[in-house]
Nanobody, 126 residues
Framework: EVQLQASGGGLVQAGGSLRLSCAAS????????IAWFRQAPGKEREAVSC????????FYADSVKGRFTISADSAKNRVYLQMNNLRPEDTGVYYC???????????????????RGQGTLVTVSS
């Protein structure tokens, strides 16, 4: 059974940084893609970033490009989201999701990922 658990959220001032971690278990085959999503109160879910197991390709929403970096540690089965220069509009519940697909620059944000973990709250104060 695939399990995903996000952690690392918290309260930070605007301009600060946080690193989120997604611990993944129960999957054993390639290809797969792990994505980060966020949802703020009263807003729709937003795809933030994604990493592919095929070649390590990474994808970002325009709203976070240049500020967020996604990375993976396959030995630890973890995916990280380093978030720098945080803004109040980055506030939300962040969660990670996984699917066994080959993603593209277009599909990653539209895919309904098969597995999703519980989220971690990020609050950015102004």
């Amino acid at each position: 059974e695939v399990q995903l658990q996000a952690s690392g959220g918290g309260l930070v001032q605007a301009g600060g940084s946080l690193r989120l971690s997604c611990a993944a278990s129960g999957f054993t085959f390639d290809p797969y893609a792990i994505a980060w999503f966020r949802q703020a109160p009263g807003k729709e879910r937003e795809a933030v970033s994604c990493i592919s197991s095929i070649d390590g390709s990474t994808f970002y929403a325009d709203s976070v490009k240049g500020r967020f970096t996604i990375s993976a540690d396959s030995a630890k089965n973890r995916v990280y989201l380093q978030m720098n220069n945080l803004r109040p509009e980055d506030t939300g519940v962040y969660y990670c999701a996984l699917d066994h697909v080959i993603i593209t620059a277009t599909s990653w944000r539209l895919l309904r990922y098969a597995y999703r973990g519980q989220g971690t709250l990020v609050t950015v104060s102004s």
